[in-house]
C-alpha cells in the first residue's frame, strides 16, 4: 500500500506541476480552479457535492481510469455523478508528487488528442455556416 506524501499537495502545487506541460493555462471551470489546454479544462477541483474536500478531478480515458481505481483506491476514486464522464478523481492528501505529475500528464494527453480529433470537424462545420 502507497504511503501518504511527505508535503501537502493544493492547487498551487498542481499548477507548478503542470507548468512543464506545452501550452497549459490556469482558469477556472464552473467557478473553481482548473488547469486547461486549448481552452478545454483537463483537471480542476471537484466542485460537486458529493466529492470529498481537496479533491482534484482529471480528465482520463476510461481503461486508464479503471486502472487507477483498481491500483489504488485510497488515492483515486469516484463518485456517481461522474461515473459517466471520463474522469477520476484524486485525494490530493494521499497522491504523491510524481503520480500527481503523471496522471497530469495524461489529462494533458487525453484533453489535447481529443481537441485535435475534433478540430477537423468543427471547421468543417463553420465553413457550412
Do not use: N
Request: proline letters at 5%; glycine letters at 6%.
Amino acid at each position: 500500500m502507497p504511503s501518504r506524501p511527505s508535503r501537502a499537495i493544493d492547487f498551487a502545487t498542481v499548477r507548478e506541476l503542470a507548468a512543464t506541460l506545452p501550452g497549459v493555462e490556469t482558469g477556472t471551470t464552473y467557478g473553481s480552479p482548473a488547469l486547461k489546454v486549448g481552452g478545454r479544462m483537463f483537471a480542476c477541483m471537484a466542485i460537486h457535492r458529493s466529492a470529498e474536500r481537496h479533491t482534484l478531478a482529471v480528465r482520463v480515458d476510461v481503461a486508464q481510469r479503471d486502472e487507477l481505481l483498481a491500483a489504488d483506491p485510497d488515492t483515486y476514486y469516484l463518485t456517481d455523478h461522474y461515473v459517466g464522464y471520463p474522469v477520476v478523481l484524486v485525494r490530493l492528501a494521499r497522491v504523491h508528487r510524481d503520480a500527481l505529475r503523471d496522471l497530469l500528464r495524461m489529462g494533458w494527453q487525453f484533453t489535447s488528442e481529443r481537441a485535435r480529433r475534433r478540430s477537423p470537424r468543427r471547421r468543417a462545420a463553420s465553413r457550412s455556416r
